[in-house]
């Protein structure tokens, strides 16, 4: 069986020789039992068969101690004889290992004798690689564990044990290195593998087992049931004895024998009792009873305490050997109650300033707009949370969203100059065509346009409808005259025509009218500058519509407006360095005897460039 090592002692030898010559005297009568049997074999005299025992010298006799002296001479030169071969020994053996583990040498289970440090760490490192795969087995109350020792920290320290390895029977004095030749003689010298543990990695496979067994300790609390607060008690619980089972584990490690092992347990007491809590019941009922006064813009709610009774809780901890209540609400559960409640009441969409352009003041806000306003629930939660406990007033927290066009920063717009101006005179007409101009331009006015996007007349005044006040008068389908809803709206789309193709502006859809009207040829303007549009259907892709694009790089307003007998179209932007040119315009008949006219528009950049050219024909049909 291998032999574990001993502690190292240390004793001291005396000289055999010197003792016997010093004490020879004095000591003769008592060793001379011992000295005659070590003469019997160094003493030079041989017995043969036939002598007699007579032929030895009486003890009395003077050659008697002749033949004793020489015999212990010879048997003091066999011992130092014996040990210079021992010494000569000795170190031929250290010189053959002198760069390897010593022979009969195992660590742990790993056999390591007559090898080099190298060649044994090798083998460390294979063993110490099996043994993180390997498995404890715990159990407890009929349950079982079985952690590999890499789940629970454990690693090979291959340096401290390879270093045990190497230094045994090299350290210590000379008596320490002969016992260790002695004792590796006789058997195996075993060093025991060394081995290191994760605290923090053991920690959390322990708090594991804590879950499964799932017996903690609970504390006294306190539970708010309808209006009123009330105790739970304690009770104690079952936890990992980790310190017994820390011992445990590293006993295994030392024997590298792996049996199921009971899992140590201990009771665990808890820290907060019933007893500690009553004097918090009355202040708890206090907080619980106020209603809390929420705020948004210049409105306020009360929210009743009975109505988030199912989000408050009750912490208690322990401060200073004393148990701390704090009242808190759940974040989590009464966002989504005050996100149902309230985000009706305050979320809603950003609402663009309405502007238009004075002579005295330019660019003005007639209407300020609206900022967005959406609900944060769970930072409302949060608020409402340090409000219960205050008593003060919650503003409700909210994601403002500012609108496009904000009346606070309308110079953000880079409308400064007015570019075109458009005019036309609906006079002669009956007041029901009158009153759809009246409507048409007060809804087509402080339309905006965004850079680079189209200006729409059908998305300025909407959906020609009733309630907005349109009646019924005379239109054109086509080429066919009827009366509709809104008869007369073209006299503002032709108004905003001429506005654009004064401006310069590239215009992408452009309808004439089919009949020759006389009252858009009134204050000079010839036959053929108008422009109409058809609402016929429910859907605004299919409708006749008049469109121009912004090409200035900045916004523009298109401010509208009737005063009988003139609809007048002011287009307000960034004033383009570009001249605008416009043809006289041709006519001529055509096979049905209608007029036929038609202009050329040129637009010029500050160079003479041609930027835009276009020839705008009109066919009428009468």
Not at 141 to 147: E, F, I, L, M
């Amino acid at each position: 069986m291998a032999q574990r090592l001993p502690a190292t002692t240390t004793t001291d030898v005396p000289s055999r020789r010197a003792g016997i010559n010093a004490g020879l005297p004095h000591r003769l009568h008592g060793m001379r039992r011992t000295i005659r049997d070590r003469v019997r074999l160094l003493s030079p005299v041989r017995m043969n068969s036939d002598q007699s025992r007579a032929d030895i010298p009486a003890e009395n006799d003077p050659k008697y101690g002749s033949q004793l002296a020489k015999g212990v001479s010879k048997f003091a030169i066999l011992l130092v004889s014996l040990m210079l071969v021992v010494a000569v020994g000795l170190f031929l053996f250290r010189v053959a290992y002198s760069d390897k583990i010593y022979p009969a040498v195992t660590v742990g289970d790993v056999p390591v004798g007559g090898l080099t440090v190298g060649e044994a760490e090798a083998r460390l490192d294979q063993r110490a690689t099996e043994l993180k795969g390997d498995s404890l087995v715990f159990s407890y109350n009929g349950r079982t564990w079985s952690p590999t020792l890499a789940e629970l920290g454990v690693d090979v320290d291959i340096d401290a044990s390879l270093a045990s390895a190497h230094d045994l029977g090299r350290t210590g004095d000379t008596s320490s290195r002969l016992k260790f030749a002695r004792e590796l003689l006789q058997d195996d010298q075993v060093v025991p593998l060394q081995t290191r543990i994760n605290q923090g990695t053991l920690a959390k496979w322990f708090d594991k087992v804590d879950v499964d067994i799932d017996n903690r300790a609970i504390n006294a609390g306190i539970v708010v049931e309808g209006s009123s607060p009330k105790i739970t008690a304690e009770s104690t619980g079952i936890m990992v004895d980790r310190k017994h089972a820390s011992a445990l584990i590293q006993s295994t490690l030392q024997q590298l024998e792996f049996s199921q092992i009971a899992l140590p347990t201990l009771v665990e007491q808890p820290t907060i009792v019933a007893a500690d809590l009553h004097q918090y019941l009355d202040e708890i009922a206090a907080i619980v009873s106020k209603p809390i006064v929420v705020t948004f813009e210049n409105e306020s709610w009360n929210i009743d305490p009975k109505d988030v009774l199912d989000h408050i809780t009750v912490e208690t901890t322990m401060s200073g050997g004393k148990p701390n209540v704090h009242v808190t609400l759940d974040v989590d559960t009464l966002s989504s109650y005050l996100n149902e409640r309230f985000s009706s009441l305050v979320n809603r969409k950003p609402t663009d300033a309405v502007v238009g352009w004075t002579s005295d003041s330019g660019l003005i806000s007639t209407t300020p707009n609206i900022d967005g306003a959406t609900l944060k629930p769970k930072t409302f939660a949060e608020a409402l949370n340090d409000g219960f406990l205050s008593g003060k007033a919650v503003a409700i927290p909210l994601v403002v969203t500012k609108p496009e066009i904000d009346s606070n920063n309308l110079k953000a717009l880079g409308i400064e100059n007015l570019i075109s101006r458009g005019d036309s005179n609906f006079s002669g007409g009956d007041a029901a065509r009158d009153t759809n101009i009246y409507i048409g331009a007060e809804l087509a006015s402080g339309t905006l346009i965004r850079p680079g996007a189209d200006y729409s007349f059908n998305s300025a005044i909407g959906a020609i409808t009733e309630d907005k006040g349109y009646v019924v008068s005379n239109v054109i389908f086509g080429e066919t005259p009827g009366v509709d809803i809104g008869g007369g709206i073209c006299q503002v789309s032709t108004t905003v025509f001429r506005a654009a193709l004064l401006g310069g502006f590239p215009i992408t859809e452009w309808h004439p009218h089919s009949f020759r009207i006389s009252n858009y040829e009134y204050d000079g303007w010839a036959p053929g500058f108008d422009a109409s549009i058809l609402q016929l259907g429910d859907d605004p892709s299919t409708w006749g519509d008049f469109k121009f694009t912004n090409d200035t790089g900045g916004w523009l307003l298109v401010q509208t407006w009737a005063s009988y007998p003139n609809v007048i179209v002011e287009i307000y932007g960034t004033k383009m360095n570009r001249t605008v040119d416009i043809s006289e315009p041709w006519t001529g008949t055509s096979e049905k005897g209608a007029l036929t006219t038609g202009f050329v528009r040129t637009v010029l950049n500050s160079k003479g460039e041609v930027v835009y050219e276009r020839e705008f024909v009109t066919a009428f049909v009468y």
